[in-house]
């Protein structure tokens, strides 16, 4: 079983709607959690970070972080055709912080 | 703000032949990592240095190698390339402290035919 689960879609939705994305991970160590949208052939881009639980709200991206249930979630509010790309979940613990996990992916596709 | 660069973006090989990625990581970060990404793949970790010292070893082969130069650059060898070696090479960096976390390079990427 892998450290971080992560359901790798494809996710299409029309433009406009709400987006949820999940990972779900095995190791209570984790306090650091990322999101990563990557475009075809580019390298992953840091899109939220988030310290323990709690939400975080950057524009149209919430991230949102329950520890106890070891679920976090990336919400897209008005999703556009150029939020199509694959989301990555990713963490890191307190302790061996250079290590990090990452989810295999979700492929969203918005269409317009 | 500067990026994590990479080069070459793009270079092809043939079978069994040796080809050197290599990475600059942001200023003032001084650990590295190395990830391997098929396609539709996620990233595959390979390797990290953290102040020019190996830190962390994933799955990378044993015709592979890096290391970590004095100025905080990387360099990732592969040798006796194989087709199966084809892939997008991201190289990431971190200020390698807890909390902080990793930023991507654009990627090279290496076709072994």
């Known amino acids: 079983q892998k450290e971080v689960e992560q359901d790798p879609g494809p996710l299409s939705v029309p433009e406009g709607a709400i987006v949820s994305l999940n990972c779900t991970y095995s190791?209570?160590?984790?306090?650091?959690f990322m999101w990563y949208r990557q475009y075809s052939r580019k390298g992953p881009e840091l899109l939220m970070y988030?310290?323990?639980?709690g939400n975080k709200e950057d524009g149209r991206f919430t991230a949102q972080v329950d520890k106890s249930s070891k679920y976090i979630s990336l919400f897209i509010r008005d999703s556009q055709p150029s939020d199509s790309a694959t989301y990555l979940c990713?963490?890191?613990?307190?302790?061996?912080?250079?290590?990090?996990?990452f989810g295999s992916g979700t492929k969203l596709n918005v269409k317009p | 703000a500067a990026g994590v660069i990479q080069s070459p973006r793009h270079l092809i090989k043939e079978k069994r032949e040796t080809a050197t990625l290599k990475c600059y990581p942001i200023?003032?970060?001084?650990?590295v990592y190395w990830y391997q990404q098929g396609p539709g793949q996620d990233p595959q970790f390979l390797i990290s240095?953290?102040?020019?010292?190996?830190?962390d070893k994933g799955s990378i082969p044993d015709r592979f190698s890096a290391q970590q130069f004095s100025d905080y650059h990387s360099e990732l060898n592969m040798s006796s390339l194989e087709l199966g070696d084809s892939a997008l090479y991201f190289c990431?960096?971190?200020?390698?402290?807890?909390?902080?976390?990793?930023?991507f390079g654009e990627g090279s990427w290496l076709t072994v035919v």
């Open positions: 240095f953290y102040e020019k010292m190996q830190s």
């Open positions: 990431a960096s971190s200020q390698g402290g807890q909390g902080d976390t990793i930023y």
């Open positions: 190791n209570s160590a984790f306090q650091y």
């Open positions: 988030t310290y323990s639980s």
């Open positions: 200023p003032r970060h001084d650990t």
């Open positions: 990713a963490m890191t613990g307190v302790y061996n912080f250079n290590k990090f996990y």
